[in-house]
DNA sequence: GACTCCGATCTTTTT
DNA sequence: GATCGGAGTC
């Protein structure tokens, strides 16, 4: 038990006070990660708790993993057995069991945000409404909003409330489209991830012999990032430890960033009142950060109203200044970043890895990342459009999907076409039409298409159905990534893509390979259990943008919005983009409880930074293709101005609008790039205007070279064999290639 | 049914 | 800047 030693009063309180409520209150970088550990290690190897009987909910598969590791450390691979994941991939996992209870298969699909967006675009569209009015973002989030706070279409219908204030709203149908699109989703054998949660309280609350039995397995539960858990959340967990009431939670409130998605910053309120013999504990000391930074965030945080009392303080040094960078654009912004980096990098001794940049919007990485790739410093983005959402990857995995699922409506839509097979539009449509009038699957309707479908096209259905039911058979018959090949080469996919021999038609190609190999990979992984393509499915669906970083190890730079940023920490932080309407966002200003989650949000940014803090904003920036002037946030005016230095590499040009067209010729050498992978960008390099190729006679290994179409690379190693000297240069732009590139057309940059 | 072209629309965060 | 859908054509 020695590491019970390493811990101050009252974190040495939230590991050894394991029965009964609990609420633990965990400033930022209080070591909450530790305590949640220790915990369960102190419950596995003191108390003689089986691991199987603990059940540990997190919010990423990330958090899961880490903590999974770390107790696996103290206590051994017993930590293997303890229930711990997502809500989310919990509860599937309980759902499946239990599919039977509530009508749906246990192969259901999980459908994501995409697939149920476009659900309700098809229902608007069936109903004959505006689809200017009813627009699937907007219904999409009413739905869920609904869902979270655990109202069914029914409840939805039934109370006059909400048809009211749909009504005032422009759009009484509402309740319609709730109804019809949670039927559809019902009838496809699919869920959507609110669905997860929502189904998880009915299982619980009609099946009262499954509730039991869940109740008697988890003799403790524990709730990490309880700020950001919603109504249906809670009262899931809260269900769960009625028993035996030993409950722990643990959070911060003022790190709830997520009541955009229903989190709602009242359960940690309410806990008190749900229990009356609770203990809270508060973890007030900060041992990630300096002074400086510990007060600039205690600085922002106090400006907002709704909060817990708490006081972070820290023992650290204290540390430098927070240092404001300002820049005339936004491309300027990321030069002035990236050429920061660097000298922190030399000056200091760190390593890439010590660095984040942390920013409000996706849609900022870009010209950060441009200037870090001109500057050869690695980085990796983490979050952004993931390698599943492709077009590709969504292709393939609709076959998978549809092979195991034969009433996925959405995955149907998808593949019936693709490649092309002679079933248009008009013909899917008269297919879910058929389904949904006779009351049939649509597999039913697809099996006896010739009802339906006159001949040319149901002559073309049939060849799908049989196909589909290869597929299963294969599935059925073979090892996941076995399936899975015959699946990718049979459809067609394969030979589609094959035939684009363009550079993104070939990198489709590899990405579907990829997949496969993703697929190969869990079926080799001992740790899983079912290696069934199912269950490889299941878990994709629920994978999140921090889960699936496997270079973790490499020396890069970590790029990514301060969502993402939650739980982590680093040497040096870049906050950039601190201009107003972007952050605070212009889109949360409407009301005082959105600009105090904005607010929060800026003081988890803060806190994720260790030693060093830099901040940044443009005077002009490229929004919606069009480039805009911006004025510094307000945010920067609210830390007290004793912990700010501005920095004196600003650049003293007075902003205009910026008509160098950089980033537009840049970008348009990717225009038919639909995915835009973010690390691993293939797009062709646009000099700097006066690029020439210059004197070469000096070149040698280990130069830093300028291509006219490949730009910034490393001379790897000289090449005099041939009539014309040449050199292999390393360009990590382009994904580590090396090529033999003729002295001709090179300029040398430096050594 | 397949294809091409044009214009409207939307760009916050994510399980 | 990118995507989606509609209109028009073969």
């Given at each position: 038990m020695d590491y019970l030693k390493s811990l101050n009063e009252p974190q040495y309180e939230g590991v050894v006070n394991t029965d009964g409520p609990t609420m633990i209150i965990a400033g930022a970088g209080s070591g909450k990660t530790r305590v949640l550990?220790?915990?369960?290690?102190?419950?596995?190897?003191?108390?003689?708790?089986?691991?199987?009987?603990?059940?540990?909910?997190?919010?990423?598969?990330?958090?899961?993993?880490?903590?999974?590791?770390?107790?696996?450390?103290?206590?051994?691979?017993?930590?293997?057995?303890?229930?711990?994941?997502?809500?989310?991939?919990?509860?599937?996992?309980?759902?499946?069991?239990?599919?039977?209870?509530?009508?749906?298969?246990?192969?259901?699909?999980?459908?994501?945000?995409?697939?149920?967006?476009?659900?309700?675009?098809?229902?608007?569209?069936?109903?004959?409404?505006?689809?200017?009015?009813?627009?699937?973002?907007?219904?999409?989030?009413?739905?869920?909003?609904?869902?979270?706070?655990?109202?069914?279409?029914?409840?939805?219908?039934?109370?006059?409330v909400y048809k009211a204030d749909d009504e005032s709203n422009m759009k009484p149908e509402l309740g319609r489209i709730y109804k019809i699109y949670s039927e559809r989703c019902f009838k496809a054998g699919a869920m959507d991830f609110d669905d997860l949660l929502f189904n998880t309280n009915v299982l619980f609350k009609d099946h009262l012999d499954v509730l039991n039995k869940y109740q008697q397995r988890f003799h403790y539960v524990m709730v990490d990032e309880f700020q950001d858990t919603n109504?249906?959340?809670?009262?899931?967990?809260?269900?769960?430890?009625?028993?035996?009431?030993?409950?722990?939670?643990?959070?911060?409130?003022?790190?709830?960033?997520?009541?955009?998605?229903?989190?709602?910053?009242q359960n940690i309120l309410n806990f008190e009142k749900d229990y009356s013999d609770l203990r809270v504990i508060k973890l007030e000391q900060n041992y990630r950060s300096t002074k400086t930074i510990v007060?600039?965030?205690?600085?922002?945080?106090?400006?907002?109203?709704?909060?817990?009392?708490?006081?972070?303080?820290?023992?650290?040094?204290?540390?430098?200044?927070?240092?404001?960078?300002?820049?005339?654009?936004?491309?300027?912004?990321?030069?002035?970043?990236?050429?920061?980096?660097?000298?922190?990098?030399?000056?200091?001794?760190?390593?890439?890895?010590?660095?984040?940049?942390?920013?409000?919007?996706?849609?900022?990485?870009?010209?950060?990342?441009?200037?870090?790739?001109?500057?050869?410093?690695?980085y990796k983005i983490v979050g952004g459009l993931s390698f599943y959402q492709r077009k590709e990857i969504k292709d393939l995995m609709a076959y998978l999907r549809f092979a195991i699922n034969h009433n996925d409506e959405q995955s149907l839509r998808r593949i019936i076409n693709y490649p092309k097979r002679g079933i248009g539009d008009s013909s899917v449509d008269k297919i879910i039409v058929a389904a949904n009038d006779h009351n049939m699957g649509l597999w039913d309707v697809l099996n006896n298409i010739s009802s339906f479908l006159p001949g040319r096209a149901a002559n073309a259905v049939i060849d799908f159905?049989?196909?589909?039911?290869?597929?299963?058979?294969?599935?059925?018959?073979?090892?996941?990534?076995?399936?899975?090949?015959?699946?990718?080469?049979?459809?067609?996919?394969?030979?589609?893509?094959?035939?684009?021999?363009?550079?993104?038609?070939?990198?489709?190609?590899?990405?579907?390979?990829?997949?496969?190999?993703?697929?190969?990979?869990?079926?080799?992984?001992?740790?899983?259990?079912?290696?069934?393509?199912?269950?490889?499915?299941?878990?994709i669906a629920l994978i999140t943008g921090v889960d699936n970083d496997k270079d973790d190890d490499e020396e890069k730079v970590t790029l990514m919005t301060i969502h993402m940023a939650k739980g982590l920490e680093f040497k040096n932080v870049y906050i950039v983009g601190l201009e107003e309407d972007l952050f605070p966002s212009q889109m949360m200003l409407s009301s005082r409880a959105d600009l105090e989650e904005e607010r929060r949000l800026f003081y988890v940014?803060?806190?994720?930074?260790?030693?060093?803090?830099?901040?940044?904003?443009?005077?002009?920036?490229?929004?919606?293709?069009?480039?805009?002037?911006?004025?510094?946030?307000?945010?920067?005016?609210?830390?007290?101005?004793?912990?700010?230095?501005?920095?004196?590499?600003y650049t003293k040009k007075e902003p205009t609008v910026d008509t160098n067209n950089y980033t537009k010729s840049f970008v348009s050498g990717m225009r038919k790039t639909t995915t835009s992978q973010p690390v691993v960008r293939k797009t062709s390099y646009k000099p700097s205007a006066d690029f020439e190729p210059s004197d070469t006679s000096g070149l040698q290994a280990g130069m830093k070279v300028e291509h006219p179409k490949f730009g910034y690379g490393m001379v790897m190693e000289m090449d005099e064999s041939g009539a014309n000297r040449k050199a292999k240069v390393n360009f990590n732009d382009f994904g580590e290639k090396t090529l033999l590139l003729s002295f001709a057309k090179l300029k040398i940059h430096s050594n």
């Open positions: 550990t220790f915990r369960i290690a102190y419950l596995i190897e003191k108390k003689g708790v089986d691991p199987f009987n603990i059940l540990a909910l997190t919010f990423t598969n990330k958090a899961a993993k880490e903590m999974r590791d770390r107790i696996e450390k103290v206590v051994g691979t017993e930590a293997r057995n303890l229930w711990m994941g997502t809500f989310h991939s919990v509860f599937a996992r309980i759902l499946r069991a239990e599919a039977d209870k509530l009508g749906y298969p246990s192969n259901f699909t999980i459908y994501d945000a995409d697939d149920s967006k476009q659900l309700i675009k098809t229902i608007v569209k069936e109903l004959n409404l505006d689809d200017k009015v009813y627009k699937p973002n907007v219904v999409f989030n009413r739905i869920s909003g609904a869902k979270n706070r655990l109202i069914s279409w029914k409840e939805y219908l039934r109370n006059p109504i249906s959340q809670y009262l899931i967990t809260k269900k769960l430890s009625a028993v035996r009431q030993n409950i722990c939670v643990v959070g911060d409130d003022a790190q709830s960033i997520y009541a955009f998605r229903g989190a709602d910053i007060n600039a965030a205690n600085s922002i945080i106090d400006k907002n109203r709704a909060q817990l009392k708490k006081n972070v303080w820290t023992d650290n040094e204290d540390g430098t200044l927070i240092e404001l960078l300002k820049a005339t654009s936004d491309n300027e912004e990321g030069k002035l970043v990236a050429s920061s980096i660097f000298e922190e990098k030399m000056q200091n001794q760190l390593k890439n890895s010590d660095f984040a940049i942390l920013y409000r919007t996706n849609s900022q990485s870009r010209a950060m990342e441009e200037a870090l790739r001109r500057m050869n410093i690695k159905v049989a196909l589909i039911k290869r597929f299963k058979y294969d599935i059925e018959s073979k090892d996941a990534y076995e399936a899975a090949s015959l699946i990718a080469k049979g459809s067609g996919i394969l030979k589609e893509l094959y035939a684009d021999k363009t550079v993104e038609g070939l990198s489709r190609y590899e990405n579907v390979q990829e997949l496969l190999n993703a697929v190969k990979e869990y079926v080799d992984d001992p740790e899983k259990e079912d290696k069934s393509l199912g269950a490889f499915l299941q878990e940014a803060i806190t994720r930074a260790e030693n060093k803090l830099f901040m940044s904003y443009a005077l002009s920036r490229y929004r919606f293709g069009r480039l805009k002037n911006c004025e510094p946030s307000r945010f920067i005016d609210e830390i007290d101005p004793m912990f700010i230095k501005v920095s004196k590499k």
